[in-house]
């Protein structure tokens, strides 16, 4: 064999051997945050001082090795289960130069490796801090006296900061910000990333609270995400003051994400003290939406959390937030427990061992919120005289509530023509500062004021904005954080203007009278549907608005196929893989449902000319409008030419039926009788009973004639649908409803005979992706779903339809292009709504109804399944032609009545817009 053949087989042989040799192992994934920096730099470096410990939250696979060294030595530590992954603490020896986190798995190892350096500084700055904390300035700033000569160029930047925080403490703001701004360029240039965001987070807090400057303090928060890539830390500060700027700006969709997003990161490297302030915040913006027992159950976990070693200025601010929070439940009437005690405890505290002017201010305006809610007004007057005295200058915060209280002492007066001009004070502030609950109290209080001087045309216009305001404000309140009980608490809103155009009415000629009745309804109406109409708002929206919109439900849509694809997949996993699989879906559909009640609060912007426009039914239809004044219930039955008014005395909701029909309905006994159709507008707790079974001259109200359950808002009519009719029928998609198989080709059936086609998906084939193409069909005019319903969470917004793969939740509904003009939905609770609003609530019959269907019927209760068949026999009836859901309900319900029909008919409602 030649030399030349010789080596072009030994380089065959490498290559079979190469071609049969394993890949070699991959590292396993290394994800790492650390914390306990006395100061950090970029690269990251770490200054520490000695000796010091550093804390590492670590992600990487449970099967992976984890080890840690300093300067190459292995060290040992302790571990912590972490959200996510594991906590690890490393003791770090004086004079160490490196950490290294190492994963090993099958011979491979990733490794994070941190730099180390001593941290340079100055007793002084350590004093002066001190002495700026206990309020002593000039002594503080003379601790700084030689460091601007310091040949260290980081003593001279020390020096500066804290120069720039005295300053802010003193409220020179433009001082302070100039000090603040040089500090940050060379923050900057020395690459000091943990000093600049600390700076930023300084510059912000003064620009919000002292200065209210908006802009401002949010351009102190840019470049933080850059900053707290190489200070972890940062990303645990940066979110909680977005959530501080999202909350005072009214955002309280971005607050509570911002906040809860700093607990998370705060958990996650064992920061109880930061995780502790967020979830007090959290406690404050919950208050704020209505939700008072979920507050109040944040603050004893965040009380219950504190440090043993919290400052007592920590525990004073504890004691005042704890206060604040029982105050607002205790003004709504929820309140079981009493401001007093914690409020008492911090003016003590902020008096005595952590002395602070402006925060006694603050309590004492608490106590004086207190006061007048308990009908003290003296003693309120007295607390905000004491407050003023306290701290003469506190914040635009401190100024805002104290006009809002100014307002309350002088409404509370026999003689209320004081009130006006602290009320235009306390709606001015509250603009300005951009305190949306302010600003509503403040207009009001204006209306109010303006109505007892007699000013009626200003004080309708009052009124009116008011109104407004409250729309604007429930678009920030996220879908499934309570905007059911944010509006349970703004109800007065729609009643007291009610009340108004009421006492307008009595006093008017008869050809003003019905002008004044007629806007009265109309409030009363709009009050009904406010949180239907701010989720239906996109239907009438501009191109622009339309097609911005429509990316969002597209990419919505797309995500949810995605993630139901994903699923699917996911049952082969192992057992602990498949629990991670789970959670990992369960949060990415919350992430995508955020983001869709994001784009629908944004890109639906309030119409003030929706609230007018004439209010006038159908002629031969009445709408009969409840609720509640100050005179217990009064109603109007309205028609095409004429509107009557009743108050409805000693009704009650928990009435016999007998007894809340004589008051509810006998009134209207002449105009009902002419009807060819009824629609109810009533107020929520009345509204949950089945005022359509409420007996009228013999017979259920709903068999004497057709009723519908309006949600109170207007939608142009649907054009009829061109081509050929289709109807979807979908049955039993988990397979343990052998009755709703039934049921669905009974309905298959009847719409066949009344000359439509049907697709029917019953068990597997009732897939996520095959109802939603079908839903969204354009020749698709009936939907009919037999199966189970589901009623949950927080404002329905969990509400859902299983199906054989998924659910159609209420978000999937929202997010629907379109929807079928005619839903029955014969499953349980599918009606329901909550009951806690003074609004229409949000469930999957009134998802079905936003999302653009004209007649939904729906359950509002759970329904035995043997009694569901007679209904849905008697609903499609024999009938040729096409269906009309309203007059098909009626003869449903007039044959239970005579004896020929299902027992529980009343069970089901007709939801309409």
Known sequence: MSARVSRWLVALLCCVACEDAPAPPAPPPLRVEFAGCAAVREGPVCEVLAPSALTFWVETPEDAHLSAEIDGATQSFPTASAPGGRRVTVDVPAGSREVALRATRGGAAAVFRLRLEPLVTSPALDEAEALRRRGKLDEAEAKLAALPSDPSRVLRLGALRKRARIESKRGALEQAARLFAEALTEDRALGRVSDELHDRFALFHMHLYTGRRFADARAALSDVERLARDFPEGRVMASYYEGLLARETGDLRG?????????????RLGFE????????????????????HDALAAMDAARGALPADASPCRRAESDNNLGWVALRADADGQGPRAPEPPLRAALEGFRKECPRPAEVANVLLNLGLHAMHRDHPEQARAHLEEARR???????????????????????????????????????????????????????????ALEALGRTDDAQRAYAEADVLLDVALRAVPLGEGRETFLHGAEQVTRLRVEFLLGRAEKADRGARDAWLREAALAAKHGKSRLLR?????????PTRREALDRSLTRYQQGRAALEAELAASWRLPGNRLDAALRAHDARIKDLRAALDDALAHLCPHDPDSTRGPFVPAPSEVTLVHLPTRRGWTGFAITSDAIVVHDAVGARPDLSPSRL??????????????ASRLRLITHPSLDRLDLHALPFEGAPLGARLPVVHGAGFDRPPRPPSEGPRKALVVADPRGNLPGAREEARVVAAALRARGAS?????????????????????ATHLFHFAGHGIYEGRDGWESALPLATGALAVADVLALARVPADVVLSGCDTGRAGTSAAAEGLGLGQAFVVAGARAVVASTRPIE??????????????????????????????????????SDVASFRLLSP
């Open 255 to 267: 607050a509570l994400g911002h906040l809860r997003a700093s607990q998370e990161a705060a958990a």
């Open 273 to 292: 003290a930061q995780r502790v302030d967020a979830l007090e915040v959290e406690a404050s913006v919950l208050s704020q939406l209505g939700r008072h």
């Open 390 to 448: 306290a701290a003469p200058r506190v914040d635009a915060r401190f100024e805002a509530w104290a006009a809002v209280l100014d307002g309350r002492i002088a409404l509370a007066k026999p003689e209320t023509r004081t009130a006006l001009a602290p009320h235009e004070r306390t709606r001015a502030i509250g603009r300005a500062a951009l305190l949306s609950d302010v600003e509503l109290e403040g207009a009001l209080g204006r209306a109010r």
């Open 534 to 542: 701010a989720l239906g708002c996109a239907a009438p929206a501009s």
């Open 661 to 674: 029909a004589e008051a509810l309905l006998e009134p209207f006994a002449g105009i009902l009788r002419g």
């Open 758 to 778: 049907v697709l029917l998906l019953e068990g597997e084939a009732a897939t996520h992706a095959a109802v939603v193409a079908a839903l969204t069909d354009p």
């Open 865 to 902: 399944d043997k009694k569901t068949l007679p209904f849905v026999r008697a609903l499609y009836g024999d009938s040729a032609g096409p269906l009309d859901l309203v007059a098909a309900l009626h003869h449903a319900r007039r044959a239970a009545h005579e004896g020929d029909g299902p």
